[in-house]
């Protein structure tokens, strides 16, 4: 490398196109970067920010549908924009490497985690076989994975999520390259494993001062691992600085507005006067197959009140959802609904139970079929369940439309892929709102938008339970969401309820230990977060 | 039990079940043609003796099931019975053309599911490309035309007009094998020009539709080479798919051969069927469709076993 300046990412006036329906859009319009070695830098902001793009065009690649249409990227150096594919090929893995968002989507099945590891310094002739292998149960150590020795000749379908975003990150470190772009890669994982995943980038990126471009939408986590932030609106630069002041005084209004999202609380909510809860179950077990996910699970939901189920992924929150819905018998134990006991299968309860029970699911996208207008897809449950037809179905979906804060003249005749997430999930709203229900169970229903759009959707729960006095069942892993909306929490872990009370109750001390650890595992806006969290634990052995 | 095992077992109980219907289904055949088959084949004019005899030598007295029972385990022996046109046992009749069919299918299979496969890959490589489009528009064309008009287009050009290969492939038990992949060349070239679209046409789409997925896009963002990310990346992933169009090609390759045999005057178990439908030789055409039956059922067995075993997640469970 002929350059020794402390400059190593010089981009500038970058501009990235993408092709929507014929004709290019700007994605990255015109943004700056420097980068010196060692540094990392965190790029923040909504989805549609331009973050990602941005991010890898510092590998000199845009994703297919999109092109670099004018700037200059300059690395220890060298012009990327324009540099023969050649060029390129040889400098992506060895001196620029990616951790992609889900690791287990990034890493090829038909593969041992090990030989996808060697793949990179072999291909490149960095180091021959046995080398890069004694060399990834190094990193696979330092990456603090349990045993290094062995988890690589695992394939991905066999090592845990937060296991395997860590060996990516080690397959990342494999050419020892200068900088390393990572996409959001603790996005997908559970707070409790986030915590590890963050201390073991963070550690390997320091020893091998390694120059880091850390993209996430979460200021809590880019805090603990940046040395300065960007923050990115639909592809321009709203401000940068260096992380401490950011935190402290963010300059523009929409860096406070991203600042300001997780305030939103609310009066927690009496329930109503009858005293009789709406919905029980009383000692649910429930499996697939062999392996049994809920076990023993009491509980009892107040009408009119918003019970909040909060665990890690695998702890039987959403099977707790379908056995209520009726999707998957329970193994024992009874579901009912004010008093009666319901049939333990959907297409057995009659028309009223189906009704007056209904869910909202995480994926907006897959859950709406693509080819049914929002007209149809409102209309449906009008016309089955309550029978309207005509003039007074369609006054029904714009009022529907109007309740959900979209305009009727506007969204009613779109197609599901003309909305935006937030919008989607809106229209999944007004669709169980339609049949007209007491009870709606809420999976995961903000986990999948941006911290904003979340926050809208929130309220907007929040003002349709207010108005028309309806029951949540509220299933997360966020437990941002769960302080802003629940007021009764309960808390499970491995299929069963370890602790459940009111919202406050739940969220004073004493807790019990394994709520203790989710609320410690949330990431705060304090740089020092994450050293006195992981100084906490050492010390507690 | 290991899960592929138990896969496995279950694939192959089920084919076994199959075969078994289907063969009920052959056997009813001959039950089901009208009339009594002793005197459809012996005519009017036949004595109470003879008819008598025919009945007994073909089997025809008793009850239906029994004598279900009785052709089953004789054909699980590999006895057919013997020919009502010329009284020579089926077995022997039928294993020299069961022998020339299998090898023509097998030689077109060697030829076609290689080619297919690496063009699939390159069309998926170079995709909307000048090539890509070349590749489909000319394997489309290939199985558009009808298979004799294919083959008689093939002896025009390599026999006819240039004398390179021999326009009949005229084998015998005495045939070297050298000579008889020569012989039997323009069949086996006529047989890939038809299979090889489907296949090819399959690969290309089952890794286009892979490409998208990040950890293809992780092999590129490695470095890797495009060749190697189609070839190493996406192909073993991709390959459930391939294998079940293969199967089915092959399967074809051996049923469906009738016309090429008959243009190429080919002594396979093509021909044979047609003659033994025209001669209504029955029990010649029950022990041919059994065997076509088996073909089909067993290679399709063998897809479903070969595309369990490609994903990883059954063959190394947690």
Redesign the interface.
């Known amino acids: 490398m002929t350059d020794t300046s402390d400059l190593l990412l010089d981009i500038r006036d970058l501009v990235i196109e993408g092709r929507s329906g014929g004709t290019w859009q700007p994605i990255v319009k015109g943004i700056d970067l420097t980068l010196k070695r060692g540094e990392i830098l965190g790029l923040i902001g909504e989805s549609g920010a331009g973050k990602s793009t941005l991010g890898?065009a510092a590998?000199g690649?845009a994703?297919?549908g999109c092109r670099i249409a004018g700037g200059s990227i300059k690395l220890a150096g060298e012009e990327l924009v324009g540099a023969p594919a050649e060029t390129l090929?040889?400098?992506?893995?060895?001196r620029v490497?990616?951790v992609?968002?889900?690791a287990a989507?990034?890493?090829?099945?038909?593969y041992r985690l090990i030989r996808q590891y060697s793949?990179?310094p072999v291909?490149?002739g960095v180091m021959s076989r046995q080398e890069a292998e004694r060399d990834a149960v190094q990193l696979y150590r330092e990456m603090q994975l349990p045993n290094p020795e062995e988890i690589g000749f695992?394939?991905p379908?066999?090592v845990s999520g937060g296991q395997l975003q860590r060996a990516m990150t080690a397959m990342a470190m494999a050419c020892r390259p200068d900088l390393i772009i990572f996409d959001e890669p603790t996005t997908a994982l559970d707070v409790t494993t986030q915590i590890e995943v963050l201390a073991a980038i963070r550690k390997v990126v320091r020893e091998h001062k390694t120059a880091a471009i850390y993209i996430t939408h979460d200021l809590a986590v880019v805090a603990q691992m940046a040395d300065r932030i960007k923050v990115l609106l639909k592809g321009d630069e709203i401000e940068e600085a260096e992380t401490r002041q950011m935190l402290a005084h963010p300059r523009e209004d929409y860096t406070k507005s991203l600042w300001a999202v997780r305030e939103f609380r609310r009066a927690p909510r009496a329930p109503d006067d009858t005293g009789k809860p709406i919905l029980t179950l009383q000692d649910v077990d429930a499996s697939y197959g062999t392996l049994q996910v809920l076990d023993g699970i009491n509980l009892s939901v107040n009408r009119g009140q918003t019970m909040a189920v909060v665990g890690e992924s695998g702890s039987g929150k959403s099977t707790l959802a379908r056995v209520i819905m009726g999707l998957l018998p329970p193994d024992k134990g009874s579901v009912r609904l004010d008093g009666k006991t319901l049939s333990p299968l959907n297409r057995h309860r009659d028309k009223g139970v189906q009704r007056r029970v209904q869910m909202i699911h995480q994926m907006a996208d897959t859950a709406l079929n693509p080819k049914h207008r929002i007209r149809e897809v409102l209309g449906r449950p009008l016309e089955f369940f309550l029978g309207m037809k005509g003039a007074a179905k369609e006054a029904r979906i714009r009022e529907l439309l109007t309740m959900i804060e979209l305009d009727p003249d506007t969204f009613i005749d779109r197609l599901p892929s003309e909305l935006s997430g937030g919008q989607k999930q809106r229209v999944c709203i007004a669709r169980a709102l339609a049949a007209e229900p007491d009870f709606i169970i809420c999976d995961e229903v903000t986990s999948a938008l941006d911290q904003i759009v979340a926050e809208g959707i929130l309220r907007l729960l929040d003002r349709l339970q207010r108005e028309m006095g309806l029951t949540y069942l509220f299933i997360t892993h966020d437990l941002a969401t769960v302080r802003s909306i629940a007021d009764w929490v309960v808390v499970m872990q491995k299929g069963q309820i370890v602790e459940q009370g009111a919202k406050d109750q739940v969220f004073q001390p004493p807790h019990h230990p394994y709520t203790e650890l989710l609320l410690s595992s949330v990431p705060e806006m304090d740089t020092e977060w994450l050293d006195r969290v992981l100084n906490d634990r050492r010390a507690a052995g | 039990m290991s899960p592929i095992l138990k896969i496995t077992l279950s694939r192959l109980a089920m084919g076994i079940l199959t075969l078994v219907i289907v063969s009920v289904l052959i056997f009813s055949a001959i039950e089901l043609l009208p009339g009594d088959i002793a005197t459809e084949t012996l005519g009017q004019s036949a004595t109470e003796e003879t008819i008598a005899a025919f009945r007994e030598r073909f089997n025809l007295n008793g009850p239906v099931h029994m004598r279900y029972f009785e052709w089953l385990a004789s054909a699980v022996q590999g006895d057919f019975g013997v020919s009502l046109s010329n009284q020579r046992p089926i077995s022997e009749l039928i294993a020299q053309r069961a022998g020339n069919t299998f090898f023509l299918a097998a030689y077109a299979a060697l030829i076609a599911v290689p080619i297919a496969i690496v063009l699939g890959m390159l069309a998926a490589l170079y995709r909307n490309s000048a090539f890509d489009k070349a590749v489909s528009g000319a394997t489309l064309a290939a199985i558009s035309f009808p298979e004799f008009f294919v083959a008689y287009i093939l002896v025009l050009l390599f026999s006819v007009t240039f004398g390179w290969f021999p326009s009949l492939a005229n084998v015998d038990a005495g045939t070297g094998f050298v000579e008889r992949l020569y012989r039997t060349f323009l069949p086996a070239l006529t047989l890939t020009l038809i299979v090889v679209a489907h296949m090819m046409r399959m690969t290309r789409a089952a890794i286009i539709n892979l490409l998208a997925l990040p950890y293809v896009e992780m092999a590129h963002l490695k470095g890797m080479r495009r060749w190697r990310v189609i070839a190493i990346h996406a192909l073993p992933n991709a390959i459930a798919p391939i294998i079940n169009v293969v199967a089915l090609n092959l399967a074809y390759l051996v049923v469906g051969v009738v016309l090429v045999e008959v243009v190429f005057v080919y002594p396979g178990l093509g021909q044979l069927l047609v003659d033994a439908v025209s001669n209504r030789d029955v029990p010649v055409v029950q022990a041919a469709c059994l065997i076509f039956a088996a073909t089909y059922i067993l290679l399709n067995i063998a897809a479903d076993i070969l595309s369990i075993i490609a994903n990883p997640r059954l063959l190394h469970p947690r």
């Open positions: 890898l590998m690649y994703k297919s090929r040889h400098l992506r893995g060895k490497a990616y992609a968002q889900s989507a990034a890493f090829n099945p038909a793949e990179a291909k490149h695992r394939y379908h066999q």
